[in-house]
């Protein structure tokens, strides 16, 4: 699934495939647990441990919405922004950040972790990021310059190839 096309068809199927099985099993009502104002609470019908009310299966589902969105581009614009790629040559999975941002540890969305997992690395022209060697800002440090473009972080950095925590601030 490297390629990004694929992903978000395939998230998109998941999606649409969840949604029609979890549908048909989702009751709108309201909570009885939840008061209403101006309204004198009702006797709470007792449901038995099967999970059944009034001969209904009640099955409560979590439901995830997937909308598409062209967030990278404004944030392009904006020019405050660090994209992380997990292969050399900008491929595979990426990460797109804005700043101004600190992050301790490098975990993304989901808590995907990204800790000595990047492999190349554009800034945007109004960024300057300084990455370091472990979590929490500690030992040794590397300055990237706005809009850097290092398509192979083991060649370009030597031994600072792999990195944990990282600071991006705006110019």
Do not use: H
């Amino acid at each position: 699934m490297n390629n990004p096309k694929i992903s978000r068809n395939f998230l998109t199927a998941l999606a649409v495939v969840f949604v029609i099985c979890a549908a048909p099993a989702v009751n709108a009502q309201e909570m009885p647990d939840r008061p209403v104002m101006n309204k004198k609470p009702e006797p709470v019908e007792k449901k038995s441990q099967s999970g059944t009310k009034d001969g209904k299966i009640i099955i409560e589902v979590p439901v995830l919405m997937l909308v598409p969105m062209k967030v990278s581009t404004d944030l392009e614009n904006k020019g405050c922004w660090v994209k992380f790629y997990e292969k050399k040559d900008y491929e595979g999975d990426s990460l797109m950040l804005s700043g101004p941002l600190n992050l301790p540890r490098l975990v993304g969305p989901f808590g995907a972790d990204w800790e000595n997992k990047v492999r190349s690395i554009k800034t945007g022209p109004k960024t300057n990021v300084t990455i370091y060697d472990n979590r929490d800002f500690r030992d040794q440090n590397k300055f990237l310059d706005p809009g850097s473009n290092i398509p192979d972080m083991s060649k370009q950095m030597g031994f600072f190839d792999d990195f944990r925590s990282m600071m991006l601030s705006c110019i």
